[in-house]
């Protein structure tokens, strides 16, 4: 009983170790390279996008952005979130007027690739609300119903 | 300015946001203030300063000011007057939606 009790005891301690040194020391640690790898993350998808310009522009418009973001691990999630969307942001950018604008006389009309794209960033946002697509000016059967 | 015949509820999202002309808006304020995901609203950005509807400028920083500078993004004129019509339009459906149904027997 003894021997037991003592085995027991040294559990108690190993998870008082764990708890209270060991978990907060790695967040802790986590935390700082979180910061660290969303910053790369941002930067590599904004290298992602190939022109100079766009890497010039868009690397400090993505580091503002995650610098903005309060806590670390948030940050990470962001940075994640904005590289996913970089095949999107690439399409938009290497698009002629009119690839940009598949229906004339339509500027905003989205090609399908980019619903797409945008409908799986989408997906990486908490809470996302879900929607719908939308025509302005189609009939809506239900209004009539 | 031809007549919008599809747009995503994303685009309209932010587009409403940017209507509002008294706030600075950047990248992060946009997709939080439209609910939308981070990555997904610089698409919709790039796409809006590509046809001419919305413009971009870096922040203004003084010298002592250290990190990365932000980037406001406001609508132009056209822009404006496109939102408006498609915002409003969208609005309008939404009141149509929200019209309760007449009971049975003309009762009110």
């Known amino acids: ?25 790695a967040l802790t640690e986590f935390g700082s390279w979180a910061t660290w790898l969303a910053t790369k993350v941002v930067r590599c998808a904004a290298r992602c996008l190939g022109e100079p310009d766009a890497v010039a522009r868009y690397t ?5 952005t995650i610098t903005a973001v309060p806590g670390q691990l948030t940050r990470l999630a962001v940075a994640v979130g904005i590289l996913a969307a ?5 399409h938009v950018l290497r698009a002629t007027p009119a690839e940009s604008a598949p229906e004339p006389g339509n500027p905003l009309a989205e090609t399908a690739e980019e619903q ?21 000016g189609a009939t809506d059967d ?3 119903s | 300015m031809g007549q919008l015949s599809r747009i995503t509820p994303a685009t309209l999202d932010v587009l409403e946001v940017l209507l509002d002309e008294k706030a600075e808006h950047y990248g992060l304020a946009i997709s939080r203030k439209a609910g939308l995901a981070t990555g997904s609203t610089f698409p919709i950005l790039a796409r809006l300063e590509r046809i001419g509807w919305a413009t971009s400028y870096w ?7 250290r990190g990365p500078r932000r980037r406001f993004y406001r609508l ?4 404006m007057a496109g939102a408006r019509v498609a915002v409003d339009e969208r609005r309008g459906k939404g009141l149509v939606w929200a019209k309760p149904k007449p009971l049975p027997g003309g009762a009110t």
């Open chain 1, 116 to 136: 797409t794209a945008e409908s799986a960033s989408r997906q990486l946002s908490v809470g996302a609300r879900r929607r719908t697509s939308w025509t302005p």
């Open chain 1, 86 to 90: 970089i095949p999107v942001l690439r």
């Open chain 2, 59 to 65: 922040e203004e920083t003084g010298p002592d000011s």
């Open chain 2, 76 to 79: 132009t004129p056209e822009g």
């Open chain 1, 60 to 64: 400090e418009e993505f580091t503002a």
């Open chain 1, 1 to 25: 009983m003894g021997e037991a009790e003592a085995v027991a005891g040294r559990c108690d301690v190993s998870s008082t170790w764990i708890l209270v040194v060991i978990i907060p020391l």
């Open chain 1, 142 to 144: 239900r209004r009539h």
